[in-house]
């Protein structure tokens, strides 16, 4: 990520600093902002975290995680040490105020060394206990107070339910304005979703076809062939539907659905996405099991290797009934979307790790050319790609060569790494810069948590009140429970398997 101008002067503060997400994400995504000259050189990391440790252990630590997840490693080596100078570590108690009292007073040292004001970046790295808690805590030391300089940058989940996401924006709407609060989804910072809105609305090839009169349906995937690793406290209590059906996929959703933006402003934005969850159409609590499949993965295969159950995998009760997996109908009642259906579905231990949209039109309403000639037919689609290959695809139907006409589809591809000469930025890279440039586009917004939670009640009422009797039913390495086809309104609807663009094509169900 290259821009003209480095953001603004910023104190970056990373609670819970010491995990996994600031090794991984975080401190790597910075450290690239870094390199591409887009973070101003007054800029301090403060990692605030709960253990005693020294500043080179941290550094230490945060060097090979640099090395591993930094998208120019070339240039970890030669810019490590100056990047490094920026980074501090602070021992405290999360709930004391004594930790936030110490927080501010270095915060003052920092702007009297520079002779300028900065922002001050507050990002919640940490268990979603903590959530109520720091913004209190940061609001009491005085660290809020500068409205247009402090922001709050919160991961999910944002709740378990409405009332718990309600209660918790609440929370953050006493101590901060929402125009402070970030609210983070790392599935918006990567460069095929945002695509989506410049494949909509920068193309008049695609806009005049996006309705209900031209597509048939759409299926969004979002599959990892990993398992729960070192979550399982968390995941058994949250779940497939909580862990990425809310956030990540329903995004998707209002990505692939909104209406036209009249400008690329935040809220503008954000308001439009609004208005796709407002229009979903309510699940009927007798009818939950007609239009969401849960599954929970069993012992299986993997890229040749046996993995286990999710009931035996470390940490996760024998008889555990937490989804691992969900498929879901929803239909959108506006204008431009009723009675077409939006199948999602979302699942670990799959087949394969893979992200993709799948826009699949209608048929041509007359079939002009002989039987003989359909021979292999397959309806026009869309597919947007999103991991592992970000790019997309057009099939549509071209005359196979030879003295008959025989029909057979083909795709005209586009691969990000083909097309453009340049690394990709991390999602987290493109977030960050956002935050520290006071860009709220690809954020959420209070009210589009607490709806996202509204679609998703009469599920979690349902699926707290009726116990699953046939987990596990799926194997690892599958794409789920074969139940799930019965989610189809149409005998031509199913779901797609996942594109390659990197190689030779897969061939769809």
Not at 60 to 84: I, L, N, P
Not at 307 to 321: C, N
Not at 346 to 371: N, W, Y
């Amino acid at each position: 990520m290259k821009t003209n101008e480095p953001a603004a002067p910023a104190i970056f503060v990373i609670f819970g600093g010491t995990g996994d997400l600031a090794w991984r994400k975080l401190v790597p995504a910075l450290f690239d902002l870094f390199q591409d000259q887009c973070i101003s050189l007054h800029f301090s990391i403060i990692i605030i975290g709960r253990k005693p440790l020294k500043d080179s252990d941290l550094l230490e630590r945060f060097f090979d995680g640099v090395k591993k997840f930094s998208r120019q490693k070339e240039k970890v080596e030669q810019g490590w040490k100056y990047f490094a100078k920026h980074i501090s570590y602070h021992y405290g108690d999360l709930n004391s105020i004594e930790t936030y009292n110490k927080l501010a007073e270095r915060c003052t040292v920092i702007e009297n060394e520079w002779g300028i004001k900065s922002q001050h970046i507050f990002y919640m790295a940490t268990p979603p206990l903590t959530f109520g808690e720091i913004p209190k805590l940061l609001a009491e030391a005085g660290l809020t107070k500068d409205k247009l300089r402090s922001r709050i940058v919160i991961e999910k989940p944002i709740g378990f339910d409405v009332e718990s996401a309600t209660k918790l924006n609440k929370t953050l709407s006493r101590h901060f304005s929402e125009s402070q609060i970030y609210r983070i989804d790392h599935y918006l910072g990567k460069e095929t979703v945002q695509n989506i809105l410049a494949l909509r609305f920068a193309n008049s090839i695609f806009e005049p076809v996006w309705n209900r009169r031209y597509i048939d349906h759409v299926c969004i995937t979002v599959a990892e062939e990993i398992g729960i690793g070192h979550r399982a406290g968390y995941y058994n209590e949250a779940g497939a539907l909580r862990d990425m059906i809310q956030n990540h996929l329903m995004q998707l959703l209002c990505l692939v659905a909104m209406e036209p933006m009249v400008s690329f402003e935040a809220n503008e934005v954000r308001n439009k996405k609004a208005d796709v969850l407002c229009a979903v159409r309510p699940i009927p609590h007798d009818l939950v099991d007609q239009f969401v499949i849960r599954g929970q993965y069993g012992k299986g295969i993997i890229g040749g290797q046996e993995v286990l159950g999710y009931r035996e995998e470390p940490g996760i009760p024998h008889d555990s009934q937490t989804e691992t997996y969900v498929a879901m109908k929803l239909f959108i009642d506006n204008w431009r979307w009723q009675n077409i259906p939006f199948y999602i579905r979302t699942g670990k231990r799959m087949t394969k790790q893979v992200s993709e949209i799948v826009v699949r039109f209608r048929s041509v309403p007359h079939r002009s050319f002989p039987l003989d000639a359909y021979h292999g037919w397959h309806e026009n689609e869309l597919i947007i790609s999103i991991q592992p290959d970000e790019g997309i695809v057009l099939r549509f139907q071209a005359k196979r060569p030879g003295p008959k006409i025989i029909l057979k589809p083909v795709d005209m591809r586009f691969s990000y790494k083909d097309s453009f000469a340049m690394s990709i930025p991390d999602a987290y890279e493109t977030l960050l810069w956002d935050i520290m440039t006071s860009d709220a586009t690809l954020f959420m917004r209070a009210d589009q948590v607490k709806t996202a939670w509204e679609i998703l009640s009469p599920v979690l009422q349902v699926w707290s009140e009726k116990t699953p009797t046939d987990f596990p039913n799926y194997e690892a390495g599958s794409w789920g429970p074969d139940s799930t086809k019965f989610l189809f309104e149409k005998v031509n609807q199913h779901w797609p398997l996942p594109e390659v663009l990197s190689s030779s094509v897969i061939k769809t169900t």
